[in-house]
C-alpha cells in the first residue's frame, strides 16, 4: 500500500534541506555576498536594499510585504531564491 505523506512533511524535508518553501522567505542565493554584492545600497543579485538584507529584519516584515518585495525584484530581473536555480 502507498505511503500516503501529508503536504507538511514535504514542506519540512525541503525547509531541512535549506530550499525555499515561500514565496515570502528570504530571497538571497549563494551569490549574494553582503556587503559585497550591495551597490547603491541595493544588492545586486536579489534586489535586497541593504536594510532588508538583515536576515532579523526581513522576518519582522509581514508575509505578504515579503512576497510583494520578491515579486517586484524578480520582475525587475533581480534573482530570488524562489525562481533564479
Ligand atoms: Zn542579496
Redesign the pocket.
Known amino acids: 500500500m502507498a505511503k500516503i505523506f501529508k503536504l507538511d512533511t514535504f514542506k519540512n524535508i525541503a525547509s531541512l534541506r535549506g530550499e525555499t518553501t515561500s514565496l515570502a522567505d528570504y530571497p538571497?542565493i549563494n551569490a549574494?555576498h553582503w556587503p559585497t554584492?550591495m551597490e547603491n545600497g541595493r544588492?545586486t543579485?536579489?534586489g535586497?536594499y541593504d536594510y532588508q538584507?538583515s536576515p532579523v529584519f526581513w522576518k519582522s516584515l509581514p508575509k505578504l510585504e515579503r512576497k510583494m518585495i520578491n515579486l517586484n525584484n524578480s520582475e525587475k530581473g533581480y534573482k530570488i531564491k524562489q525562481i533564479y536555480k
Do not use: D, N, Q, R
Open positions: 538571497c549574494c554584492s544588492c543579485v536579489c535586497l538584507h
